[in-house]
């Protein structure tokens, strides 16, 4: 009886992400920076680069838990706050986010990765790293 309760106590601390990385709370999506619109993830690259495609270059654009992002076809004039580098120790979803827009939230952040996102989380410096 001790060993299986110690055993469901060290498999519950593994399950709980004891030291792992943050809990997306950013969320990232595609933006053609010669028209300044939100277009389709897909035209983004998977490694956080930019990418050319749509009559320019394609990059991410990250959004904050509480800021509302755009749509796509959206300008990004209209939903500011937007950031081009993940702020240390945070942590964000890569793609996946709806499409008719909306704002963010870690509920939201952790959808859009399970939508077909990825999550990348800042290490120290500010740089994104995975």
Known sequence: MVVASGTALF????????GSDPEPDHQAVC?????QTRVDDDD??????????????????????GRRYPPIGGKIASYPGGVTTL?????????GAEAKGGTVSKASAKTAIERG????TSRSSGSVGG
């Not at 498999?11 to 004891?18: E, F, R, Y």
Request: glycine share 28%.
């Open 87 to 95: 702020p240390s120790g945070h942590a964000g979803a890569y793609g």
């Open 11 to 18: 498999a519950a601390a593994v399950l709980t992400g004891c």
């Open 44 to 65: 983004c690259d998977d490694n956080g680069g930019a990418r050319v495609g749509g009559g320019g270059v394609n990059t991410w654009l990250l959004y904050g838990s």
């Open 117 to 120: 996102g990825f999550g990348k």
């Open 31 to 35: 933006v053609n920076q010669t028209t």
